[in-house]
T-cell receptor, first 113, second 116 residues
Framework: EAGVAQSPRYKIIEKRQSVAFWCNPI?????LYWYQQILGQGPKLLIQ????????DSQLPKDRFSAERLKGVDSTLKIQPAKLEDSAVYLC???????????FGPGTRLTVL | AQKITQTQPGMFVQEKEAVTLDCTYD???????LFWYKQPSSGEMIFLIY??????QNATEGRYSLNFQKARKSANLVISASQLGDSAMYFC?????????????FGKGTHLIIQP
């Protein structure tokens, strides 16, 4: 069974530019999560989807971050405009349903210069 | 207040020894779940073990076991017979029930280094 796929693996941008990350969850998984992991810290939840609906986006900085999961499968996380403090690893995770074990992708390492 | 506290920023352990990684948690929910993940230098978070708040037995998965002490709100990970490949960051995480959302809250992690 294929795991969670993410791309790109690495991205370097200038501040004020925009960037998008893509995630493909494990086949059949209804729940998808985006986490931000700043260097030296544990991951922090940004947004949770159940199928194509948002369950929790209370920690998403909505003035610059947006996310969508239009067909209930793939998801895209966008940052526009990026700030220096957005430098982090962005992890996508999925679970078969709410409350089940979450499985993580390899992450996208973002550097904002 | 921290919801998940991991008090050991780093640990050095000799190969083949047992390792205990500490985790304490804070929640007022009756229903919650506790998880341990391993993050090697490659960056991927690997699920190790899960303990539900109503589980009466401590969880075990191969060389991993979770020492769950509910009254003390602790959920320590025990790795038996450590191997060089166990060197990694280890994160304790909690899913709280009753909020309608299932995102995990993570601790700051413990960097475990296994020495030959």
């Amino acid at each position: 069974e294929a795991g969670v796929a993410q791309s790109p693996r690495y991205k370097i941008i200038e501040k004020r530019q925009s960037v998008a990350f893509w995630c493909n969850p494990i086949s059949g998984h209804a729940t998808l999560y985006w986490y931000q992991q700043i260097l030296g810290q544990g991951p922090k939840l940004l947004i949770q989807f159940q199928n194509n609906g948002v369950v929790d986006d209370s920690q998403l900085p909505k003035d610059r971050f947006s996310a969508e999961r239009l067909k209930g499968v793939d998801s895209t996380l966008k940052i526009q405009p990026a700030k220096l403090e957005d430098s982090a690893v962005y992890l996508c995770a999925s679970s078969s349903d709410r409350g089940d074990t979450q499985y993580f992708g390899p992450g996208t390492r973002l550097t904002v210069l | 207040a921290q919801k998940i506290t991991q008090t050991q920023p780093g640990m050095f352990v000799q190969e083949k020894e047992a390792v205990t990684l500490d985790c304490t948690y804070d929640t007022s929910d009756q229903s919650y779940g506790l998880f341990w993940y391993k993050q090697p230098s490659s960056g991927e978070m690997i699920f190790l073990i899960y303990q539900g708040s109503y589980d009466e037995q401590n969880a075990t998965e191969g060389r991993y076991s979770l020492n769950f002490q509910k009254a003390r709100k602790s959920a320590n990970l025990v790795i038996s017979a450590s191997q060089l490949g166990d060197s990694a960051m280890y994160f304790c995480a909690m899913r709280e029930g009753g909020r309608g959302a299932d995102g995990l809250t993570f601790g700051k992690g413990t960097h475990l280094i296994i020495q030959p």
